[in-house]
């Protein structure tokens, strides 16, 4: 069993910014979903074990930035320009194969094993 705990989340202005915390499992491949009542778990970013490699979803890109800092078993997603449709619940997850998945699976929730309970980020306009 994998734990997962995000920290992080707040309400905020549009135009601020918010970093995003994940106490993280290990050299395993991550990513960071978000949720809105009504609506199916969204990809948002994901990063490879070593951290080398980053994804984003196009409604993030240019925005938001993930990152890990695998000695303190953490992965980080930075949030600049925040948009009131940002809103929403954050989570973390973990692949605990050790295969990168494709750029379509990474975006499937059924990709990730183990999921944290998420941290509320609200944009107000």
């Known amino acids: 069993q994998v734990q997962l705990e995000e920290s992080g989340g707040g309400l905020v202005q549009a135009g601020a910014s918010l970093t995003l915390s994940c106490a993280a499992s290990?050299?395993?491949?991550m990513a960071w979903f978000r949720q809105v009542p009504g609506k199916e778990r969204e990809f948002v970013a994901a990063i490879t074990g070593g951290g080398g490699d980053a994804y984003y979803a196009d409604s993030v890109k240019g925005r938001f930035t993930i990152s890990r800092d695998n000695e303190k078993r953490t992965v980080f997603l930075r949030m600049d320009s925040l948009k009131p449709e940002d809103t929403a619940l954050y989570y973390c997850?973990?692949?605990?194969?050790?295969?990168?998945?494709?750029?379509?699976?990474?975006?499937?929730?059924?990709?990730?094993?183990?999921w944290g309970r998420g941290t509320q980020v609200t944009v107000s306009s």
């Open positions: 997850a973990v692949r605990l194969t050790p295969s990168v998945p494709n750029r379509i699976t990474m975006r499937h929730p059924k990709t990730y094993d183990f």
């Open positions: 290990g050299r395993t491949f």
